[in-house]
């Protein structure tokens, strides 16, 4: 039996939640294992150069907040989880261990990971994912206005990929983090 056939199979043997009447419907889309009750989607790792420049960049110009950082210096390498938190969140973070517990929790955390060694590198680079071969596309911020986000990020001198009037596809920006990857930005009630 093929793995695939193997997996399809052990998913309708279990029992299963109906995917929500609402959402969109797609070809492999299932109905949701009871076991994966309380599961999250907590972080995407990106590798970084420098972890200093990379978290002004995500503090300072898109606002996130570091929640953990996980030092391995006998396996050379740091670890950073931010979030994008709203105001009541940032009032009411916890503190020490619980804000450790309350990081691996979120949904959307960026974790950057850093490899010692590679901020000293003049000409190392990691690749973005969208040259060739092609993988690792991007992340996205929605903001609630993406004018106003693009005189931001103006003002703060940060390269663009694309401008939301360029292309075809108007009304969305990308935007390219210090070590070039491509942040999507997004105002939602354009996306329709």
Request: proline share 4%; hydrophobic share 40%.
């Amino acid at each position: 039996m093929s793995t695939s056939a193997s997996h399809s199979e052990n998913v309708h043997n279990e029992a299963t939640v109906a995917q929500p009447a609402n959402s969109v419907k797609a070809d492999g889309v299932q109905s949701i294992a009871a076991q994966t009750t309380g599961f999250t989607f907590n972080h995407t790792m990106l590798r970084v150069k420098d972890p200093a420049k990379s978290l002004a960049f995500y503090t300072g110009v898109l606002g996130m907040t570091l929640l953990a950082v996980k030092k391995f210096p006998d396996m050379g390498f740091d670890l950073y989880f931010l979030a994008q938190l709203t105001e009541s969140e940032r009032d009411n973070l916890p503190a020490g261990d619980d804000l450790e517990i309350f990081a691996f929790r979120q949904r959307g955390i960026l974790e950057l990971t850093h490899n010692y060694g590679t901020e000293t590198k003049a000409d190392f680079s990691y690749h973005d994912g969208n040259g060739e071969p092609q993988g690792f596309g991007h992340i996205c911020f929605s903001v609630p206005s993406l004018d106003e986000a693009v005189v931001w990020f103006d003002k703060n001198d940060v390269e663009f990929k694309k401008r939301p009037e360029e292309g075809s596809m108007k009304n969305i920006a990308f935007i390219k983090d210090v070590d070039g990857y491509w942040i999507e930005i997004v105002q939602a009630d354009l996306m329709r």
